[in-house]
């Protein structure tokens, strides 16, 4: 099995290192992210459920597909490759949204967020997906109030209410 290497950064981006996965998970190491919001015509967000098999954050609920950029990758790139990989996307006009930083003791990351719009149907990836659904932002902010989404995706949906008004 080959080993798969991701970039360790520093705060402000600048890349350290290069690890092996499993490392930056055990000492959650700070690396890049790419996530993809996919709307479709009618404004409404696509939030799926994780699976119950994932390490973090199992059967929660998230609003954005998206992954962890492997070493030498692009955020862009990444964005592409984990729309394709996690919603069946391709093709998918990508449009750069805004940069958020999290840091909690399980991951710590610096992510670019990007949008999509798409009324095609959805191929989701079963080993990391359960079901989804497009939902109204009303709806998902609700979800976020009972706690019901990753973590990640308050600060996400804060700052897109922030850069739409």
């Known amino acids: 099995m080959n080993t798969h290497y991701v970039d360790i950064v520093d705060d402000n981006?600048?890349?350290?290192?290069?690890?092996?996965?499993?490392?930056?998970?055990?000492?959650?190491?700070l690396h890049r992210v790419a996530n993809v919001l996919v709307f479709n015509?009618?404004?409404?967000?696509?939030?799926?459920?994780?699976?119950?098999?994932?390490p973090l954050?199992?059967?929660?609920?998230?609003?954005?597909?998206?992954?962890?950029?492997d070493s030498g990758e692009s955020y862009d790139s990444c964005a592409v490759r984990e729309l394709e990989?996690?919603?069946?996307?391709?093709?998918?006009?990508?449009q750069y949204l805004f940069d958020y930083k999290y840091r909690?003791?399980?991951v710590n990351t610096n992510a670019k967020v990007y949008r999509?719009?798409?009324d095609g149907k959805l191929k989701l990836q079963e080993s990391e997906i359960e079901h989804g659904r497009f939902m109204?932002?009303?709806?998902?902010?609700?979800?976020?109030k009972k706690g019901e989404m990753t973590p990640?995706?308050?600060?996400?949906?804060d700052k897109l209410k922030a850069i739409s008004q």
């Open 152 to 157: 990640s995706v308050k600060i996400v949906m």
């Open 136 to 144: 109204t932002l009303a709806e998902i902010t609700e979800m976020i």
């Open 116 to 118: 999509c719009i798409y």
């Open 13 to 29: 981006d600048i890349v350290l290192k290069s690890v092996p996965w499993e490392e930056m998970h055990k000492n959650a190491l």
């Open 41 to 54: 015509s009618k404004g409404e967000l696509f939030v799926h459920k994780r699976s119950r098999n994932l």
């Open 57 to 69: 954050h199992p059967s929660v609920y998230d609003a954005k597909f998206g992954g962890i950029a």
């Open 85 to 94: 990989e996690e919603a069946g996307i391709s093709g998918a006009k990508l």
């Open 104 to 106: 909690s003791k399980d």
